[in-house]
């Protein structure tokens, strides 16, 4: 039986774990935009005509903050958020939902950083080893390919399966798949990654290099699917004492009905927990004294891994893993004012070495990897 997990140290946790995996908190945003205009309100809902699941539905009413906060307008601009469904200074809903996004970024490392920082934060919080289950649904061409193979798995098991099943399948070949799947019979279930397009299988590869780049354990998992129109290319979930604690995919059709724009993406997970009423402390601000910024894909999986090596250092340390453009990120350093900076580019990463530079004075200093948390801590 699972530990029942206390929704104030659910969120206390996934506030600073998302604070060294590079995501911010989706109230500050909102905070930081109070009084600049709002965005144009939507003629209609955007998911007037689809059928939500409890995970999507907890997507759109984020997207729905998003969309009247003006947060994420600039597709160009990727923008990593968590969001709780819990208030400081009020008693907790019954259930409380935690979820991190990353919007705007497309490229498999969002993916790797969603599903790493969930894993941590289930780690943590159920004091376990967690699974990781991962399987891709892909993209449109997929889908149309899985549809007609999983018509022809229906047909020639007729026989063998139940009324429900076959009925479901006249109408949505999905839901019967997921009914043979509850009902035990999908042991020979055609496999969506046996159909993904070139596109889709690509990025899936580059998915499961990420995560296995950055020690990420994970199983595939082809009896583990998502519905057309709202999910979409890779999906998972996490469990944790056998049982499922939290569920993400890509949704970037679903997003782009909130955020108007060819090229709108959107990746998330979602974990919960009960609810007991309890009233959150309001967390105390603090400070961090080092940004680490970090050029290609070689810093980015150093920084994954260094991540939590920084917190359990309880080093006051931000960083912003999934932006991968250099301006942007010495700009959102700017906006911190850190006394010292971090960085580690492309040479740095192949020799496990980071440049810890004084902001104030320009001084270089050349730090190896190995125990660097504990030699930052003289500096700060």
Known sequence: MHRQIPAEEM???????????????????????????????????PTADLSLDPVAETVATFLRQCRTHSIGMEPKRPLFVWHTSAAYGRPTPKKCTIQFHALGADRALAEALVIRT?????????????????????????RARYAKELANFFKKRSSSLSETCLASAKHDTLTAAEIAIAESCADDLP?????????????????????????????????????????????????????????????????????????FSGFGGVISTSGAGEVLKTPNASKPRFI?????????????????????????????????????????????ST????????????????????RQTHQETILPLSGIAERLKTFA
Request: with cysteine; proline share 4%.
């Open 191 to 263: 496999a969506p990654l046996e159909h993904l397009s070139d596109a889709s299988r690509k990025r899936f590869e580059d998915l499961l290099e990420y995560l296995e780049m950055t020690g990420t354990p994970y199983e595939l998992s082809k009896n583990l699917i998502s519905r057309g129109g709202i999910w979409s290319e890779t999906c998972f979930e996490i469990v944790a004492r056998g049982e499922r604690v939290a569920w993400g995919s890509r949704y970037n059709d679903l997003a782009r009905r909130f955020f108007p724009s060819s090229s």
């Open 339 to 358: 006394p010292y900076l971090l960085i580690m580019g492309r040479r740095e990463a192949l020799e496990n070495s980071a440049i810890l530079r004084n």
């Open 11 to 45: 969120v206390t946790k996934a506030r600073t774990i998302g604070q060294y995996y590079g995501f911010r908190p989706l109230a500050e945003l909102m905070a930081k935009n109070r009084g600049l205009p709002k965005a144009a309100a939507l003629e209609t809902d």
């Open 292 to 336: 680490f910024i970090h050029i290609g894909d070689e810093a980015k999986r150093h920084s994954i891994q260094l991540a939590e090596e920084f917190r359990r250092a309880r080093l006051p340390l931000l960083q912003h893993i999934g932006v991968e453009s250099l301006t942007e990120q010495m700009h959102l350093a700017e906006e911190t």
């Open 118 to 142: 969930l894993l941590t934060l289930v780690r943590d919080v159920y004091r376990t080893e967690p699974v990781i289950r991962i399987n891709s649904m892909g993209d449109k061409e997929t």
